[in-house]
Structure formats: structure tokens, C-alpha cells
Nanobody, 119 residues
Framework: QVQLVESGGGLVQPGGSLGLSCAAS????????MGWYRQAPGKQRELVAG???????NYNDSVKGRFTISRDNAKNTVYLQMNSLKPEDTAVYYC?????????????WGQGTQVTVSS
């Protein structure tokens, strides 16, 4: 089992910044991909940013150039720095970790943290 705990959400004005953290514990060695997803009311959950098995990054086109995903393996923590925030970034943000193998993927999710971008 893997447990994920997010922190850092909150209310910010458009153009502002927030940083999210996700601390992983448990059977961490079983994880080979990690990332951040978000879900706004009435919308599908979507990938925001993530690490592939090889350590490269993928970003949602809507956040490229504004968000940065990073990790500290020693602390078992993944971080999402969000700059130049827009109202459309408002959503519940979920940390995701997975064991991705050919033919099967096992996902673990954090509890979610609310990010609200509003003036």
C-alpha cells in the first residue's frame, strides 16, 4: 500500500503562485510514476503534470510554461509549483502515484487539496 498526503492548496488571486507538496509513504519502492491531476466541477479529471518511468516530465498544454513539477526522492516528496495562476486553474488537485506495468496499472491517490484562483 502507498499513502499520499497533499498540502499547500488555498486561495490565490489571478497571476499569483502556489506550491503543492505530496508526501508518499508505505510501499514506495513499488511506484514508478508520479504526478498531479486536477478535477473541476463538471469536468473530467485531467493530468496536470507527471513524471514518466524514465524521469522525464509531461505537462498539460494549458499549464506549460507556468507550472513546474519536481521531486525530492530522499524525502519521498513530489512538488508542483504553480505560477501565473488563472481562474480556470481552480480545481481539486490530487497527487497520483502508480505502479505501471505492461498490461496493468495500479493507482494510488491523495485526498485532494483545493486550489481556488479568484479575485
Amino acid at each position: 500500500q502507498v499513502q499520499l498526503v497533499e498540502s499547500g492548496g488555498g486561495l490565490v488571486q489571478p497571476g499569483g503562485s502556489l506550491g503543492l507538496s505530496c508526501a508518499a509513504s508505505g510501499s514506495i519502492s513499488s511506484i514508478n510514476v508520479m504526478g498531479w491531476y486536477r478535477q473541476a466541477p463538471g469536468k473530467q479529471r485531467e493530468l496536470v503534470a507527471g513524471f514518466t518511468r524514465s524521469g522525464s516530465t509531461n505537462y498539460n498544454d494549458s499549464v506549460k510554461g507556468r507550472f513546474t513539477i519536481s521531486r525530492d526522492n530522499a524525502k519521498n516528496t513530489v512538488y508542483l509549483q504553480m505560477n501565473s495562476l488563472k481562474p480556470e486553474d481552480t480545481a481539486v488537485y490530487y497527487c497520483n502515484a502508480a505502479r505501471a506495468l505492461p498490461g496493468i496499472r495500479t493507482d494510488y491517490w491523495g485526498q485532494g487539496t483545493q486550489v481556488t484562483v479568484s479575485s
